[in-house]
Nanobody, 128 residues
Framework: QAHLVESGGGLEQAGGSLRLSCAASERTFSSYAMGWFRQAPGKERDFVASISASGRSTFYADSVKGRFTISRDNSRDNAKITLYLQMNSLKPEDTAVYYC?????????????????WGQGTQVAVSS
């Protein structure tokens, strides 16, 4: 069973916007910190942004600060927890596969090794 499922990737021109979503299959994830990472061809998986379980604390890589916004919907009205990444002012160097991740702690991390659950990834391509 896939715990995390991303959607919303695609091809966009430089300067454009995309919004990624990540649906978590269980409400248990409302108690987990979550994050977005990305991996370009031939490169390591890099931290993009993370958010605490409550949503009150967010962290960003310097390369996306001011352009990307991470948020989450933990609403009890919804059956699933959803994580978002709003990406504005896209640049060609943002091209990568974007992964959603969750860790069984309330405090997020910037290290991929500290996350317990991963989505399958969604491709984002930005043309110049």
């Amino acid at each position: 069973q896939a715990h995390l499922v991303e959607s919303g990737g695609g091809l966009e021109q430089a300067g454009g916007s995309l919004r990624l979503s990540c649906a978590a299959s269980e409400r248990t994830f409302s108690s987990y910190a979550m994050g977005w990472f990305r991996q370009a061809p031939g490169k390591e998986r890099d931290f993009v942004a993370s958010i605490s379980a409550s949503g009150r604390s967010t962290f960003y890589a310097d390369s996306v600060k001011g352009r990307f916004t991470i948020s989450r919907d933990n609403s009890r009205d919804n059956a699933k927890i959803t994580l978002y990444l709003q990406m504005n002012s896209l640049k060609p160097e943002d091209t990568a596969v974007y992964y959603c991740a969750a860790r069984s702690r309330v405090v997020p991390s910037t290290l991929p090794s500290e996350y317990d659950y991963w989505g399958q990834g969604t491709q984002v391509a930005v043309s110049s």
